[in-house]
């Protein structure tokens, strides 16, 4: 079955950054693409971007754009999210999600979610 | 590009529907059948309930429904059940790869 491992919990210092990872199983992992989704607390869901495993092509929102990179391993079935220059605003759930077959462009398989926790 | 537009709440007493409202713009939800829908309980992650507008995955309910006008989309749950209590959001395809989520809106089973 489709699972998506996500990285523990990290607590950063504000100017810092994170990577989280999203380690992928039960599939091909270059057949599917995989989003980033990330949750305030209290607050709603916001789209990140889309990585496409295959040739590693990417897509950031423009507010995050300069600040984010998302990379993956094709050996290890992994893709990463890093997150740069942090402040107290990035505090948040991150997701890993994967895309549903078929090209509808729905996000079906989620991964648990990483707390990154910015505070100095 | 800006959030979908969805409110806040919506209620509605066991075995009622409810109807929530999900609105873009022509650059996304207008021009796009890539509507999808998703309900999060409280500390979970989120699981998808509609995609392409009105299509459902295996496993949900046939008491969810989607549909379309123009550059809205609506979510409807019919015969409403308290394990429906719950915070539902919209996305859309909103063209070059990327994706936009609504506001979210609690739905509360009186």
């Known amino acids: 079955q489709v699972r998506l491992v996500q990285s523990g919990a990290e607590v950063k210092k504000p100017g810092a950054s994170v990577k989280v990872s999203c380690k992928a199983s039960g599939y091909t992992f270059t057949s599917y693409n995989i989003h980033w989704v990330r949750q305030a607390p209290g607050q709603g869901l916001e789209w990140m971007g889309i990585i496409n495993p295959s040739g590693g092509s990417t897509t950031y929102v423009q507010k995050l754009q300069g600040r984010v990179t998302m990379t993956r391993d094709t050996s290890t079935s992994t893709v990463y999210m890093e997150l740069s220059s942090l402040t107290s605003e990035d505090t948040a759930v991150f997701y890993c999600v994967r895309e549903s077959s078929g090209g509808t462009r729905a996000l079906a398989y989620w991964g648990q979610g990483a707390l990154v926790t910015v505070s100095s | 590009q800006s959030a979908l537009t969805q409110p806040p709440s919506a209620s509605g007493s066991p075995g009622q529907s409810v109807t929530i409202s999900c609105t873009g713009t022509?650059?996304?939800?207008?021009?796009?059948?890539?509507v999808s829908w998703y309900q999060q309980l409280p500390g979970k992650a989120p699981k998808i309930m509609i995609f392409?507008?009105?299509k459902r995955p295996s496993g949900v309910p046939d008491r969810f429904s989607g549909s379309k006008s123009g550059n809205t989309a609506s979510l409807t749950v019919s015969g409403l059940q308290a394990e429906d209590e719950a915070d539902y959001y919209c996305t859309s395809y909103a063209g070059s790869s990327n994706f936009v989520f609504g506001t979210g809106t609690k739905v509360t089973v009186l």
């Open positions: 392409e507008v009105s």
């Open positions: 022509s650059s996304d939800v207008g021009d796009y059948n890539y």
